[in-house]
């Protein structure tokens, strides 16, 4: 159970809340058939998720800000009065809905709302994981998409992508702690080709054509027992703010479905239809 625990949710199943692992399983096992349906997503997020939303709305009196700077939220007494952007355009608007990190929000609140609502101070106890992948591209003949799931060893996870012209992307993944006695980039490389010998014994290091290494430090929320009080619902104590994610009060962990069903809600809220 434990690599489906953590293909599932990010976490090892030892750190795992059980009652949120129970929930998981429930949904996708015990309810409807598409709630266990599993779509693959290719494409950068501009692709799948910008080019989209533009298309949608760029009909409508909509204008659209591409922020290099962290832009300077001003707070009335228990409202967003305005958002001021590095160039000092001002931006106002009836409703603000923030898709951020739970790190990325906190930045850009003044203290005293931290310490004034509780729905603030909690997300300074959410904990992120961090997460090393190592991408191969390999000379390989089989095309075969896969998923391998790997209970007890370093890297928990291979993902296999064909990539046509007889290559393939081979993606292993792991939690930061499970390498922390490799502390060098080529030690993880060598771990991860060996991995990658050990499954697939046809593929050898001259099949490599070539590989990068990802360290991300908020890979996944870490649902430790407890933490499902910390996350927030979606409309925050300041009445025209809505925070939206995977990380927040969805019913899921913090996934693809817990970040549509966060936005859903947003977007009810600011329709006014609540069902």
């Known amino acids: 159970m434990g690599p489906l625990a953590h293909w599932l949710t990010g976490n090892d199943l030892a750190r795992l809340s059980a009652a949120t692992f129970v929930q998981?399983?429930?949904?996708?096992?015990?309810?409807?058939?598409?709630?266990?349906?599993?779509?693959?997503?290719?494409?950068?997020?501009?692709q799948r998720l910008?080019?989209?939303?533009?298309?949608?709305?760029?009909?409508?009196?909509?204008?659209?800000?591409?922020?290099?700077?962290?832009?300077?939220?001003?707070?009335?007494?228990?409202?967003?009065?305005?958002?001021?952007?590095?160039?000092?355009?001002?931006?106002?608007?009836?409703?603000?809905?923030?898709?951020?990190?739970?790190?990325?929000?906190?930045?850009?609140?003044?203290?005293?709302?931290?310490?004034?609502?509780?729905?603030?101070?909690?997300?300074?106890?959410?904990?992120?994981?961090?997460?090393?992948?190592?991408?191969?591209?390999?000379?390989?003949a089989t095309q075969t998409p896969r998923l391998v799931l790997l209970p007890g060893r370093p890297f928990h996870q291979l993902?296999?992508?064909?990539?046509?012209?007889?290559a393939i992307s081979c993606r292993l993944s792991a939690l930061a702690d499970s390498l922390a006695n490799l502390d060098d980039d080529q030690l993880i490389l060598d771990a991860a080709i060996a991995e990658l010998s050990r499954i697939f014994p046809n593929i050898v290091p001259k099949d490599i054509l070539t590989h990068e290494i990802f360290q991300?430090?908020?890979?996944?929320?870490?649902?430790?027992?407890?933490?499902?009080?910390?996350r927030p619902l979606q409309q925050s104590p300041i009445h025209n703010m809505l925070v939206a994610g995977?990380?927040?009060?969805?019913?899921?962990?913090?996934?693809?479905e817990s970040a549509l069903v966060s936005a859903r809600r947003c977007a009810e809220i600011v329709a006014g239809r609540p069902d």
């Open 159 to 166: 993902t296999i992508t064909p990539l046509g012209s007889g």
């Open 50 to 140: 910008r080019a989209p939303i533009k298309q949608a709305l760029g009909h409508g009196p909509i204008e659209f800000h591409t922020l290099t700077a962290r832009p300077h939220l001003r707070f009335g007494e228990s409202s967003v009065h305005d958002i001021r952007l590095q160039d000092s355009t001002t931006i106002q608007a009836q409703w603000y809905v923030f898709a951020l990190s739970p790190h990325q929000l906190l930045a850009l609140l003044p203290e005293r709302l931290l310490t004034r609502y509780a729905y603030f101070a909690q997300v300074t106890e959410l904990n992120d994981l961090s997460e090393v992948v190592v991408q191969l591209t390999c000379q390989e």
């Open 246 to 256: 995977a990380w927040t009060d969805a019913g899921w962990p913090a996934n693809l």
């Open 216 to 230: 991300e430090h908020h890979a996944a929320l870490s649902l430790a027992p407890g933490t499902a009080r910390l």
């Open 24 to 46: 998981l399983l429930s949904t996708i096992f015990l309810s409807d058939a598409s709630d266990a349906r599993l779509t693959y997503v290719s494409g950068s997020v501009e």
